[in-house]
């Protein structure tokens, strides 16, 4: 009796490979979203602690903790100035306010030469929030990316 010989056939090889095509065409587009997800809960926290170090500082302004100049609106003039901090006008040694510790960079920006500061988009008090634009100081900042979240709203809104 002769003995079979072992190994695939053309058949079964061609199977598994159509298999294996499909389900790695499935599996892409569920990356992406995760990928594109996780993107966006960066994003958000990101926004959250720059906009809370905002906050922070325009509350230390308004307690009298950091300078005030005539004409200031209350906010700082740049996102360094959140880093480097700002000497506690109440304190008696003066010592220095931090409010973040440092910037966190716009997770949808890919341009690996900016700096953390100029991957935002930086809105000044007097601006309005429909055309932000950048001034003496800032009271807000966005994302500069123009696409849409998976939630539908533009990035620049959020």
């Known amino acids: 009796m002769r003995q079979s010989a072992r190994g695939f056939?053309?058949?079964?090889?061609?199977?598994?490979?159509?298999?294996?095509?499909?389900?790695?065409?499935?599996a892409v587009p569920l990356v992406e979203t995760t990928l594109r997800h996780d993107k966006e809960k960066d994003l958000r926290a990101a926004l959250w602690q720059i906009r809370a170090a905002?906050?922070?500082y325009k509350k230390a302004w308004d307690q009298g903790r950091v300078v005030?100049?005539?004409?200031?609106?209350?906010?700082?003039?740049?996102?360094i100035t959140?880093?480097?901090g700002?000497?506690?006008?109440?304190?008696?040694?003066?010592?220095k306010i931090h409010f973040l510790r440092r910037i966190p960079r716009d997770p949808l920006n890919t341009d690996p030469t900016l700096t953390p500061e100029q991957t935002w988009g930086k809105r000044s008090y007097d601006s309005p929030a429909d055309t932000p634009?950048?001034?003496?100081?800032?009271?807000?900042v966005y994302p500069l990316e123009t696409s849409k979240g998976s939630?539908?709203?533009p990035y620049r809104a959020w």
């Open 68 to 79: 005030q100049n005539i004409g200031d609106s209350g906010y700082p003039p740049s996102l």
């Open 9 to 26: 056939t053309l058949i079964e090889v061609a199977v598994t490979a159509a298999i294996i095509g499909l389900l790695a065409t499935l």
């Open 82 to 84: 959140l880093v480097e």
């Open 151 to 153: 939630n539908g709203i």
């Open 86 to 95: 700002v000497e506690d006008q109440k304190d008696p040694s003066h010592r």
């Open 54 to 56: 905002l906050d922070a």
């Open 133 to 140: 634009k950048e001034g003496a100081d800032i009271f807000d």
